[in-house]
């Protein structure tokens, strides 16, 4: 049994190589091989390519190999490039970026992260491993799996062109190299097998030589003569089995085989040294008829007789043999060409090896054989003859003939035609000549293109010389015959007229190619399943139309003019009815993978023009939507294409509650099988965003996913950062920090790299609320890692979210997640979440497992609605604006007239003015400035904004402080420099915080945003304000409270002491008492700020309503100080119609007024008598006083 399967192996072995000798033609001068030695890759002019003579077949699995070094550190670099004849995809190839490998396979890049560069001179050896079955790439640096990668394919396509350390292109039948991303180094030993090598077969197998592309002179080409590979003493490689293949002369009167053998065994054992050992020699019949095309023809008889009686026949051989001890390769290929050179006489004639013919290749194994090496038996006779062999494997890259039948062959043609007149249109004339030369032999112009060139002096005569390039379709029996008559046909001189069209014969190139043929095509389009065939270059499809089977649909496959490649034109389906009319249609759509990409566009034809989806409707297209991404691999085009649908479908007026698992699964799928290129890709679509990262779990630190702007109708604005950040992620409208421990979920095997990807949704209707009282306040964000379920996490994932609608400190909030498996389609749970810290704009929440989070909102307490807040934003600056007017109006007044600035109270109303003035202002001008996107004018801005809120209430504060003094301490209070010190206070106390907040943390001044808002008067640009909540709640809200608490205080006070005050007065009138309390305490509720407190009574049913009135008296703060204290106060009355009116307006005469009021003004401190009297009169004179004064204040 043993030696029955070591017959079948030999057999196979020596048939490999007489098809390897038939068909790829690769045998050469003696000792072919370029083991032991290197091509220089430094660029131009040196190119090196795989030989026209040596083609790599259609392989459904295989191993390639190859060994280069970089000598100088450029960021790009291309180790080898195989691609199909006239396609620019790249079917095969391996390039490097920096710490990156890019694996090329089928069209696709796959990437494989390094951990540092490839050393520069130094040899690296990386091998690529795929098999059909499998579906798996395998990729292998320095004996060391690097990565493995799934990969969809069926096999790789053969014929096509291979180059070393540069990427190419053939175009118009022209070799273009790819300059700019060369490998500027060396390389060698590479090899290609047709199976799937292992890792340890790799290690094991490195000196030892590819059954598909060898490291020969054989198999490769390269582009100037002087372009030759060099020895080099690094490149030792010992090997102890190999290979001997030759075509043998034996002259000998002994015909049989064995006697044969006998005398090769002789030869052998007297011609090798005694290291070598001969394991096997196997022996085919005598050949009939080669052609090696190595420089000599080799006869065309098998045999010939000699004068003596003896016969010269010649034989293929193959011999394996092994050195002992194991000796470099390159060595033993020296050895055995020297040894077997020389004729080896013997008894009966002599045996000499065929010069040319002798290989000598490194092997796997040899032939197992229990007998004595020199004693063995070899396979059965090969019965099959050499002509046989080449005929049986037809070379189908470079056919000569037509299997006996008349078919159509096609050829690129490019010459330079000369033309002794100048023709009126050049490319008529040429294309007239081709038609009348070509058409009547059966051939077809295609493609023409034509170039001028300059005329040229030729005997006396200008020639204008045009270079044409072109297609012919022949019906041919014979390639060569068939481009010998096109040359023959082209370079006859053509005569019509006077004009004269001569192509001399050095100026035609004729090339056969091999466009193949337009695949076999199920097509779904709107007009139903066109399943076109399998068609022949130049010819048309004819289909039947699937709803009206009495018309035809058309499409033409075209021979490329620029590839050399049979591709399909668009259809023609104009006879054709449409089939899908709507989306209840698309249930007569069957995907496929072929189909996969179509069905997508057609789905998404539909959706996008539907304002309205029904149930059903909803059903079938989510339906068809799973069906692709379970059957087809997902590109990032078409995942961007079923991104679009499901954008549509939300924004589509359709319940989606029941919808929301299927949605999500899509989704899911999508991120999971998507092949991009890199090691992250992004999607955006309106209200949803995809993010993808391909992470190196052994550099894994974190993760954060984020989403910086959004606004609905638009795509998000995405960032990705490669940290975990354990603070709440403010500045975003939403994002998830993933911690280093979600490295501990990672798959062990580091080939594989993990994948992380993040989603984020606009709420809009996907996710239903869990019952009345609680509603989504915030967007929606995710993620999860492929086929992992993550959960227990030791440390938290950090989600980060910014509230819809502005919520409450009392307002009660909920973190929670989306549970898929909960019954009736999936709803919200909080287990494992919990709330970290939260304010009035947004929500971190801390969550030991990844799947979609959001935060609820109790909506039982009456929430503001969309419209009253527009209302609001409205009253806002409407009031803020007339307060600004009437404010600027007030102080005008003030400053214009002096003798209404000479009291304290004027004084401090005046400072108040320009305070609540500024406070106005800026808030009017805030958005603005802010939208200049500059982080130092946003900080000036809100530090300016901060100063004049507390500033303000600083001099309200003051108000109330004069009051008490004024009202309450009205005995032996006296106050040096009064004003000065109430002015130092009032502007240095704001001042002063401002600049410890400045000088601790300038940061705490920024931007925020209210991106949920498409009114343009609400806050849709970044406010400038204080961003850090302890801050905020200390400097502003207890500064507030504090001066409001203190205010309060003093108006409850006041209010007592003036009902005292008016109760003494013996000449009280009761007939003015309620209208001038009522006017009192409104003066005094819009002077002190009263109004600041309704904020604190804005809760349950009664929030709207304290909200409005907010709004309005505090907006409107400066417009009421206008009114009360200078629209209704005498002495301005007085001055306004002393200097701005004339005629019967102006006082006649007001010289006693200006006195009394000069006297009372100038002449009152705040300080009375330091003796009591006990008099009433005297008491009543001081009440009077305390009464005057007050009134000046509040009046």
Known sequence: MQMKMDSIRVHMSITTWLWITSLHMCSGSPNLSYWGRKVSLMG???????????????????????????????????????????????????????????????????????????????????????????????????????????????????????????????????????????????????????????????????????????????????????????????????????????????????????????????????????????????????????????????????????SNGTTAQRYDC??????????????????????????????????????????????????????????????PALSTASTTVAKEIPDLCNPDYTDGFFQDTFYRVILNASINITPTNPENSIQNWLNVTLNPNHMTVLNFVMTP????????????????????????????????????????????????????????NVSHIAPGSCPDHDQHTLQGLFPWPKTEPQETAIVLCEKNQLEKATRFCKLDGMTDIAMWEPPDLSSCERIVDGIADLDKVNVTANNSGEVVDLIGSLVSNQTNLSHS??????????????????????????????????????????????????????GDQMDFNGETHNMTVPSMALQLVNVNSSQFRGLTFGVSSFTSDNSPQIFVNETFVEKPFTGAVASISLPSVLENFFPQNNTVRPRIQFQFFDSGGLFKNPHDNMTLNTYVVSASVTNINVSNLHQPTIITLRHLNRVQAQDQRMCVYW?????????????????????????TCQCNHLTHFGVLLDVSKAPISELDEQILVILSFVGCGLSSVFL??????????????????????????????????????????????????????????????????????????????????????????????????GWGLPATIIILILAIDKDIYGSEWDEDSQNPLQDTSPFCWVQNDNAFYVSVMGFIILVLLCNMSV???????????????????????????????????????????????SWGMAAIVFTYLFAILNTLQGFFIFIFHCLMKENVQKQWRIHLCCGPLRPKDYSDWSRSVTGEGRGRQVRSPSVKSEDTSSMRKISDTSISSVNQMIA
């Open 617 to 670: 409707e909803l059903d079938t297209v989510l339906n068809k939507l799973e069906d692709v991404v379970a059957i087809s691999p997902i590109s990032p085009n078409m995942g961007e294409n079923i991104m679009e649908i499901l954008s549509d479908i939300l924004h589509c007026k359709a319940d989606l509650v029941s919808f929301t698992n299927k949605i999500l699964g899509v989704i899911e799928s999508v």
């Open 819 to 843: 549970d898929v498996s909960k019954s009736g389609g999936g709803g919200w749970e909080s287990q494992g979440c919990v709330m970290w810290n939260t304010d009035d704009f947004q929500t």
């Open 453 to 508: 060139e300059l005329p040229i002096s030729e005997k006396f005569l200008i020639l204008h010389r045009y270079t044409c390039t072109f297609h012919v379709q022949a019906q041919s029996l014979n390639v060569t015959e068939t481009k010998k008559l096109i040359v023959s046909l082209l370079t006859k001189p053509y005569t019509t007229g006077s004009e004269f069209i001569e192509v001399l014969p050095g100026h035609i």
């Open 1051 to 1097: 108006f409850g006070v006041v209010l007592i002491q003036i009902r005292r005050m008016q109760a003494n007065k013996i000449s009280s009138s009761s007939t003015s008492g309620l209208a001038h309390d009522l006017r009192v305490v409104a003066s005094l509720t819009f002077l002190l700020g009263l109004t600041w407190i309704l904020p604190f009574f």
């Open 44 to 306: 131009q002019p040196c190119y090196w390519q795989l030989s026209d003579r040596c083609v790599v077949p259609e392989l459904k699995e295989l191993s390639v190999c190859i060994t280069f070094q970089r000598d100088l550190g450029t960021s790009d670099w291309t180790a080898f490039d195989y691609k199909q004849r006239g396609k620019l995809s790249v079917e095969l190839g391996l390039t490097g970026s920096r710490k990156q490998l890019k694996v090329w396979l089928f069209g696709k890049e796959n990437t494989v992260d390094l951990v540092e560069d490839l050393a520069l001179h130094q040899w690296h050896t990386i091998c690529l491993t795929w098999s059909a079955t499998a579906k798996k790439l395998q990729v292998y640096l320095n004996d060391s799996s690097l990565k493995e990668i799934h990969i969809n394919g069926s096999q790789l396509a053969g014929c096509g062109m291979l180059t070393l350390g540069v990427s190419h292109n053939v175009l118009g039948g022209v070799m273009n190299y790819e300059t700019g991303k060369e490998l500027m180094g060396s390389a060698t030993l590479f090899r290609m097998w047709s199976r799937v090598l292992a890792g340890t077969e790799l290690a094991a197998l490195r000196c030892v030589e590819g059954d598909v592309v060898r490291w020969s002179q054989r198999d490769w080409s390269k582009s100037a003569s002087y372009c030759q590979a060099e020895p080099d003493s690094n490149l030792i490689c010992e090997w102890q089995k190999y290979e001997i293949a030759m075509i043998v002369s034996i002259e000998s009167k002994l015909q049989e085989k064995e006697k044969l053998k006998i005398i090769l065994q002789n030869w052998f054992k007297d011609t090798f040294h005694s290291n070598i050992s001969v394991h096997g020699i196997f022996i085919s019949s005598s050949r009939q008829q080669l052609d090696l095309e190595l420089g000599e023809q080799l006869e065309v008889q098998g045999s010939r007789v000699s």
């Open 318 to 379: 193959l011999v394996h043999v092994e050195v002992t001890p194991k000796k470099d390769v390159w060595a033993v290929q020296e050895e055995i060409q020297r040894c077997l050179s020389p004729p080896y006489h013997h008894a009966d004639g002599v045996v000499k090896a065929i010069p040319g013919s002798l290989t000598v290749i490194s092997v796997e194994e040899l032939s197992n054989n229990t007998e004595s090496p020199l004693h063995t038996t070899g396979p």
């Open 888 to 985: 600027g109006v007030t102080l005008l007044t003030y400053l214009a007239f002096e003798k209404l600035r000479q009291d304290y109270p004027s004084k401090i109303l005046i400072n108040l003015c320009v305070a609540l003035l500024g406070l106005n202002l800026v808030f009017l001008v805030n958005s603005w400035l802010a939208s200049f996107d500059s982080r130092g004018l946003c900080v000036g801005v809100a530090a300016i904004q901060h100063f004049f809120v507390l500033a303000s209430f600083t001099w309200m504060g003051l108000e109330a402080l004069h009051m008490y003094f004024a009202l309450v301490k009205v005995f032996n209070v006296y106050v040096p420099s009064y004003i000065l010190k109430l002015c130092a206070f």
